[in-house]
């Protein structure tokens, strides 16, 4: 892969957004470079995947931090507030005092408006009827129709740019660049590509995870296994599972199953 086919080429994101790839450092080969130091080893390419999936499994994240990526993205402010509760990044966003601010305004598909949810306070319930998202969708447009002509007539009276922005909804796109170290950008992931998280803030997650896998497959292959799509067992379901199993019984690959029995604290 040449760095030049993967950077600076936005990926669109809802109906005005992208993520932008700007630049990168490191791959696997940093990570496992990183962590072989430790103890002088120069052991061959060939044993790189375990070792990233032994440092995964085992938490050890320092090897991962020396991977560091930089996006501009471009989303709805609702979604950037989310966003930024991930305080380990370095980010700078576009200021509506310096700038005037494109009237961008999300609107959602009919298909990803949907009813509250009845057990979810704070989630999405069934997908509207045809006609009632079709009746929100209305009832949204004629709301921005309004906003952005306000916005505009303030800025046209000569109010300050500071002031005239607080007419703006949360549905207003900002944009603003984002750098991450690989371990810190894991865990955003594990977090906001999860069903619960928001559908919005799901699909700008589904395009990192694009770019990071384009530039770390082996990383995220062992992020997906160990992190993304596994489980969290307490101690006593621990015991459940390790009483209950018949490891005679298991068909797995043998390193596999001689993990999992050290895991369950099966001799």
């Keep these: 892969m040449n760095k030049e086919d993967i950077v600076k080429k936005p990926v669109g994101v809802l109906d005005h957004g992208y993520v932008e790839l700007i630049d990168y450092m490191g791959s696997d080969t940093m990570i496992t470079d990183a962590a072989r130091v430790s103890y002088k080893n120069a052991k061959t390419k060939s044993q790189d995947g375990f070792l990233i999936d032994y440092l995964m499994r ?12 930089t996006f501009r993205l471009k989303m709805p402010i609702f979604v950037a507030r989310q966003w930024v509760r991930h305080r380990t990044a370095r980010m700078n966003e576009v ?12 609107m959602p598909d009919a298909e990803d408006i949907n009813y509250q949810s009845e057990s979810n306070k704070q989630g999405r319930g069934k997908v509207m009827s045809e ?7 209305s009832v949204i447009s004629k709301c921005y129709d309004v906003l952005r002509d306000g916005y ?40 906001r590509l999860h069903p619960h998280a928001q559908l919005e803030i799901r699909k700008y997650a589904e395009v990192i995870l694009g770019f990071v896998r384009e530039i770390c497959p082996m ?35 043998e390193r596999d199953l001689k993990i999992l029995k050290e895991k369950l604290g099966v001799s």
């Design 58 to 69: 085992n938490e050890h994240t320092s090897p991962f931090e020396q991977v560091v990526f």
């Design 95 to 106: 200021s509506g005092r310096y700038s005037v601010l494109d009237a961008d305004f999300y």
């Design 131 to 137: 006609e009632d998202a079709a009746k929100v969708r």
């Design 152 to 191: 505009e007539e303030l800025l046209e009276s000569g109010l300050s740019k500071e002031i005239a922005r607080i007419v703006l909804p949360l549905s207003v796109y900002t944009e603003f660049y984002w750098q991450m170290d690989l371990h810190n950008l894991f865990h955003f992931l594990k977090l």
């Design 219 to 253: 990383a995220t292959e062992s992020f997906v296994n160990h992190n993304l799509k596994s489980i969290r067992i307490s101690q006593k379901e621990i015991g459940i599972v390790r009483d209950g199993m018949d490891f005679s019984a298991v068909k797995a690959d």
